[in-house]
């Protein structure tokens, strides 16, 4: 393990040094992470080729008619090899979607270049590389400015939401909004190791995994973050969809997301118009669960990040609310406090429910009173949500057991509510705990809250004169 963790830190080092000189020369990390994905791609396919694998690429856009050009010359061919990739089809069109370049200085190309040109990146084992890619979308999921962290969805919580769901190998996985691919990544990781039989193994790798996202820029580094863990090698399993909109019959056994929050963009096409069956709403989390409701087939499972608002608000969402108690089992809430995610202060929850059966008891596990995390200095952890992974009993639900007790325990975090106050209440906002909450943070914990949500207006403002096309405000 000692190499590969020096060779993961050299080449992260390499990664960053670039970064840090594109920046003071304006260009961005989100773009210069698309760069280097589709220089990354074609310097594999030619290493691809040079082992007498056949590769993906057509003549006239491969790494041999780039790397030993500089100045315009090396900008004009690179320009022309994404154009004319963008336009091909399978695995090369979806990671080229909609490709230009970014970095218009040619000295700055050449040293993307050059470092890609550095090492053996097609041998290099599966879990070093996709690491490494993993590390620098998790930086992208960090970088406020560039409004990244809305598609990256912290780790460690996507790893527990995937234990507890614990998709089998055998079974088909959907993610309709799945940013840079992390939950298809995790339940490939979860479901690899469960058989050696090579039909199943040939099945998981091919057709067990459904991603769809309608931003290019995160279909390339999705589809590019599954290759490089040899996942979808030949066809990627993401695909530039509107899921909102999509009408296909296409269905899954398990369903792991956390769809976008907020109301749905100017411009976009009306949701109702092409899903009559929807309560309708201009509630983009309120579509996606009525969405996700659709997709997951009879007697499968979903795990869904939603906010508060669908647990509590009236009109279409307790309309949506009511089927899915009706005809679902939702059986566990996980509340998850702020702080996690790029948006500061929304308040977040995971819905868990199996389709095909009415909810009855709700078990409810809460992770947000008296909890503080912030993405700096106190992220979120795995270790943090063990103690419910423990709780769920996932595969034995039938064995759980309250921690909490209006007696003994009153400040227990796993509660269970029982059908009959379930049916009696007009929301799913389970609150009891009552903590007296000190602040025990320290000074650089506060001013680095406080720089995270000054950077969070920063950029919403910066959103919102784009919105208005500059005007002034």
């Not at 999705?222 to 863990?229: C, D, F, I, K, R």
């Not at 379930?422 to 609150?431: E, I, P, Q, S, T």
């Not at 000190?438 to 650089?444: G, K, N, Q």
């Amino acid at each position: 393990m000692a190499p590969n963790r020096k060779t993961e830190s050299a080449l992260l080092k390499k990664v960053w040094d670039i970064a840090n000189v594109l920046a003071a020369a304006g260009v961005g990390f989100t773009d210069y992470i698309t760069q280097l994905t589709y220089v990354l791609f074609l310097k594999m396919d030619d290493e691809k080729e040079a082992m007498g694998l056949p590769g993906h690429l057509p003549e006239g856009c491969r790494w041999k008619d780039l790397a030993g050009l500089s100045g315009t010359d090396l900008v004009d061919k690179y320009e022309e090899i994404l154009k004319e990739l963008s336009q091909c089809g399978g695995l090369v069109g979806t990671i080229f979607t909609k490709a230009s370049n970014k970095i218009y200085r040619p000295v700055l190309l050449k040293k993307v270049v050059d470092m890609v040109a550095e090492d053996n990146w097609y041998m290099m084992e599966g879990d070093l590389k996709g690491a490494i890619y993993e590390k620098i979308l998790e930086k992208n999921g960090q970088d406020k400015k560039s409004g990244a962290g809305q598609y990256f969805t912290p780790r460690a919580l996507i790893s527990a939401i995937v234990e507890v769901v614990d998709p089998k190998i055998a079974e088909t996985v959907g993610d309709p909004c799945c940013g840079t691919g992390g939950f298809l990544l995790a339940a490939y990781e979860h479901m690899r190791t469960q058989s050696r039989d090579v039909e199943k193994q040939r099945f998981l790798k091919n057709d067990a995994l459904f991603g769809a996202d309608n931003t290019d820029l995160v279909v390339t580094l999705a589809s590019m973050n599954l290759y490089l863990h040899d996942i979808g090698v030949d066809k990627s399993p993401v695909v530039h969809r509107d899921s909102l909109v999509d009408t296909s019959d296409r269905m899954f056994q398990v369903v792991m997301t956390n769809p976008p929050f907020g109301t749905r963009p100017q411009g976009s096409v009306d949701v109702s118009a092409n899903r009559p069956e929807f309560v309708k709403t201009s509630d983009n989390q309120v579509n996606f669960l009525q969405h996700i409701m659709t997709i997951v087939k009879t007697g499968g499972r979903a795990g869904v990040v939603l906010p508060d608002s669908v647990l509590t608000d009236g009109g279409a969402t307790a309309k949506v609310r009511e089927k899915l108690l009706r005809d679902y089992n939702l059986h566990t809430i996980l509340r998850l406090p702020t702080g996690i995610f790029y948006a500061g202060g929304v308040k977040t929850n995971v819905l868990f429910f199996r389709k095909g059966e009415p909810t009855r008891d709700i078990w409810v596990y809460d992770y947000r009173t008296g909890v503080k995390h912030t993405q700096v200095t106190r992220p979120l952890t795995r270790a943090d949500l063990q103690d419910f992974i423990d709780c769920y009993r996932s595969g034995h639900m039938e064995d759980r057991r309250e921690t909490y007790d209006p007696q003994t325990n009153p400040n227990g975090r796993w509660r269970r509510f029982p059908e009959a106050e379930v049916k009696a209440r007009g929301d799913l906002n389970f609150k009891w705990l009552d903590f007296t909450e000190e602040d025990d943070r320290s000074v650089p914990d506060i001013l680095d809250e406080m720089q995270e949500e000054a950077d969070g207006i920063t950029a919403a403002v910066a959103r919102l004169k784009e919105l208005l096309g500059g005007v002034k405000l």
